[in-house]
């Protein structure tokens, strides 16, 4: 069981907004840590698509957004394409078990 | 543009030991900015961080993996290495070389990622 939950899955029509939450716990997002997100298309290394909760690296659409709250981390797509058909991961850190830790991973299926 | 390219066998025997070494270019991997780690992914499931080096030696290890994982690095042939001791069929995986960005602790650059198998 992973540190950071994550829904198995989601899924949207192209054009929709979905939201992928990742929960945390007081030794990792509430205690401040970043909040990374990540995208791997089948068969590939993960891509960095948010990091620092909310920022988007160069090249990233900006129908990628990221928000945190609390315990709680949110990642946001806006107008849906079927390329976006992919696995998310969000990462942070965990100071009582001392190591950088990832979600379980979110399947978007674009219907 | 940076590069990492993971490379070692595909086939590693139970109770034996698992080498990997990753390749860095288009960049130095003495920049104090950054650290250098593996995350591996076994078969259809999530992802899992071993260890982060940085140039200088420090490193970091996953505690769940206790002793079983040692990092290094070779800064003159601008690569960093893994190595994980006594590999059971659980060690199956995709293991991907990743550099960690200190601002923010981001991993903003991945190999392509290597399946090693654990089988007789």
């Known amino acids: 069981q992973s540190v950071l939950t994550q829904p198995p899955s989601v899924s949207g029509a192209p054009g929709q907004r979905v939201t992928i939450s990742c929960t945390g716990s007081?030794?990792?997002?509430?205690?401040?840590?970043?909040v990374h997100w990540y995208q791997q298309l089948p068969g590939t290394a993960p891509k960095l698509l948010i990091y620092?909760?909310?920022n988007r690296p160069s090249g990233v659409p900006d129908r990628f957004s990221g928000s945190k709250s609390g315990t709680s981390a949110s990642l946001a797509i806006a107008g849906l394409q079927t390329e976006d058909e992919a696995d998310y991961y969000c990462?942070?850190?965990?100071?009582?078990?001392?190591?950088?830790?990832f979600g379980g991973g979110t399947k978007l299926t674009v219907l | 543009q940076l590069q990492l390219q993971e490379s070692g066998p595909g086939l590693v025997k139970p109770s034996e030991t698992l080498s990997l070494i990753c390749t860095v270019s288009?960049?130095?991997?003495?920049?104090?900015?950054?650290?250098w780690g593996w995350i591996r992914q076994p078969p259809g499931r999530g992802l899992q961080w071993l260890a982060s080096?940085?140039?200088?030696?420090?490193?970091y290890h996953n505690p769940s993996l206790k002793s079983r994982v040692t990092i290094s690095v070779d800064t003159s042939k601008n690569q960093f290495s893994l190595e994980l001791f006594s590999v059971t069929a659980a060690d199956t995986a995709v293991y991907f070389c990743?550099?960690?960005?200190?601002?923010?602790?981001?991993?903003?650059?991945w190999g392509q990622g290597t399946l090693v198998t654990v089988s007789s």
């Open positions: 620092g909760n909310i």
């Open positions: 990462q942070s850190y965990d100071s009582s078990l001392s190591v950088w830790v």
């Open positions: 080096i940085h140039h200088s030696g420090n490193t």
């Open positions: 007081s030794s990792n997002i509430a205690a401040g840590y970043d």
């Open positions: 990743a550099r960690l960005n200190a601002d923010y602790r981001r991993f903003d650059y």
């Open positions: 288009g960049g130095s991997i003495t920049s104090d900015n950054y650290y």
